[in-house]
């Protein structure tokens, strides 16, 4: 194959040669170009994903960080109703406008229906824990995120007021 080359090479004139030879320069310059570009590019689209990332474990951090200090030892179980107690805890963290609904569930064990709005996820998890190491149980937890604001959703949980066994 390369002897054939050679061979068509030779019989090409000196001012042909010249002309194969900057065309051949011009397609490698134009590829490397090409190749750098898609590098470069493909770098920056990493960069800012490791930054997103970033920012999201900050994030995290630092809830971590709020709720290490919100922790209380859990006194002795509460004698309120179980809907006061989650009505003080939503109340308490997330404010009175923020809940659309609370309403007692029908059941075998003490339950309760609770619909926020336009909470934020650290908001969200507060609560939670508040709920938890109330003494107090979350049997389902539903978060959709709102469309126009995607650090704030609509949050609806069950509370159950026995722990489970």
Request: positive net charge.
């Amino acid at each position: 194959m390369t002897a054939r080359f050679f061979g068509w090479w030779r019989t090409r004139s000196a001012r042909e040669q010249r002309l194969l030879r900057l065309a051949v320069v011009a397609c490698g310059t134009v590829a490397a170009l090409r190749l750098g570009t898609a590098v470069v590019r493909d770098l920056a689209q990493v960069r800012a994903r490791l930054e997103g990332q970033e920012r999201d474990l900050v994030s995290v951090r630092r809830l971590a960080r709020e709720l290490a200090q919100h922790r209380t030892a859990v006194a002795a179980k509460d004698d309120r109703p179980l809907v006061t107690r989650i009505e003080a805890a939503a109340t308490a963290v997330v404010g009175h406008e923020r809940i659309a609904s609370m309403t007692p569930m029908v059941g075998a064990a003490d339950g309760v229906a609770l619909r926020l709005v336009d909470a934020s996820l650290g908001d969200t998890v507060r609560l939670l824990y508040d709920v938890e190491h109330g003494g107090d149980r979350v049997d389902k937890l539903d978060l959709v995120k709102h469309p126009d604001d995607p650090s704030r959703f609509d949050v609806t949980l069950e509370i159950a007021g026995d722990p489970a066994p």
